[in-house]
T-cell receptor, first 116, second 113 residues
Framework: GAGVSQSPSNKVTEKGKDVELRCDPI?????LYWYRQSLGQGLEFLIY????????KSGLPSDRFSAERTGGSVSTLTIQRTQQEDSAVYLC??????????????FGPGTRLLVL | AQSVTQLDSHVSVSEGTPVLLRCNYS??????LFWYVQHPNKGLQLLLK??????LVKGINGFEAEFKKSETSFHLTKPSAHMSDAAEYFC???????????FGKGTLLTVNP
């Protein structure tokens, strides 16, 4: 079956512009996660969705970052007024249920964001 | 609280020789442990996971890992490296009802012909 998909695969933007990154999880997966992978920080958790709700936004680095999920499916991560330190690979993952740390999270290929 | 330490940032082996990637963890809960692999410009792929069943876990592509509670370790091994194994490997921990994955810094595996 189809895995997690993300778009765009690459995004180059100018400092100060807004960007939207999209994630399409595996069909039927109720939980969705965003992570950021950067050279200096490794892989960091950003936000978690259960259905359309985001009970944990603790990893969002600033109020310039926001995310939403609609219809219990597609999610969009928005970065406003991008800064050069936002340059990273943004990874999305989904899992069948989130209630246990034993659940496997399946990752998409990522969106590589470069802020000039 | 939980953390993961991957003891080697880079491991280089010859094709056909054994692979050992080392991982130590810390967790306040009974941990679930995972190894993910990331090939260049690709997403993360699950190799194997430990979730309190058998301590020796077999994964895809001939990889296996052994959970050793006394040593708080979860080292990844493979008897014979293949060129296609060249990639970055991440040891990951989650615990209790904590869905957040905590990643190690990664180990880059190079396989020489």
């Amino acid at each position: 079956g189809a895995g997690v998909s993300q778009s765009p695969s690459n995004k180059v933007t100018e400092k100060g512009k807004d960007v939207e990154l999209r994630c399409d999880p595996i069909s039927g997966h109720t939980a969705l996660y965003w992570y950021r992978q950067s050279l200096g920080q490794g892989l960091e958790f950003l936000i978690y969705f259960q259905g359309n709700s985001a009970p944990d936004k603790s990893g969002l680095p600033s109020d310039r970052f926001s995310a939403e999920r609609t219809g219990g499916s597609v999610s969009t991560l928005t970065i406003q007024r991008t800064q050069q330190e936002d340059s990273a690979v943004y990874l999305c993952a989904s899992s069948l249920v989130p209630t246990s740390g034993q659940e496997t999270q399946y990752f998409g290929p990522g969106t590589r964001l470069l802020v000039l | 609280a939980q953390s993961v330490t991957q003891l080697d940032s880079h491991v280089s082996v010859s094709e056909g020789t054994p692979v050992l990637l080392r991982c130590n963890y810390s967790s306040s809960y009974s941990p679930s442990l995972f190894w993910y692999v990331q090939h260049p410009n690709k997403g993360l792929q699950l190799l194997l996971k430990y979730t309190s069943a058998a301590t020796l876990v077999k994964g895809i592509n001939g990889f296996e890992a052994e959970f050793k509670k006394s040593e708080t370790s979860f080292h990844l091994t493979k008897p014979s490296a293949h060129m296609s194994d060249a990639a970055e490997y991440f040891c990951v921990v989650s615990g209790g009802s904590n869905y957040k994955l905590t990643f190690g810094k990664g180990t880059l595996l190079t396989v020489n012909p």
